[in-house]
């Protein structure tokens, strides 16, 4: 079996290819907007250009975890995920609610996708 690892630090790598698929670390937002809708779209937008540096697209998702730091959030984050998600393409897909590591952040995605 070949393992790739993608931009791999001491602690991580950003993701790792093995037997045709990829497992992403967890993303969070980039940005310093407060709202979970311009957060996700924000993380979304990272998974996109990730998956299409290891040759995929959100297409070839197969299991998605969200994280959300209040499930007050849930329909919000909904909307901008439904609308970001290719028809038909719907991943098995896991949200909970948990304490991220930086309490600016509203939402962590982690996703696993085909190549």
């Known amino acids: 079996m070949t393992i790739q690892r993608i931009d791999p630090t001491v ?16 993303m969070v937002p980039d940005t310093d907007a407060t709202d979970i809708s311009q957060q996700t779209q924000n993380v979304l937008s990272q998974v996109d250009a990730l998956l299409e540096r290891c040759f995929s697209d959100s ?13 007050a959030d849930y329909a ?36 696993v996708a085909a190549q």
């Not at 297409?59 to 499930?71: C, G, N, P, R």
């Open 11 to 26: 602690r991580y790598s950003e993701a790792v290819i093995a037997n045709g698929l990829i497992f992403c670390a967890g």
């Open 59 to 71: 297409k070839k998702l197969v299991d998605v975890t969200i994280f959300l730091a209040d499930m």
């Open 76 to 111: 919000a984050m909904n909307q901008v995920w439904d609308a970001w998600l290719p028809v038909g393409a719907a991943p098995a897909r896991t949200t909970v609610a948990a304490k991220l590591a930086d309490p600016h952040w509203k939402v962590e995605i982690k996703v």
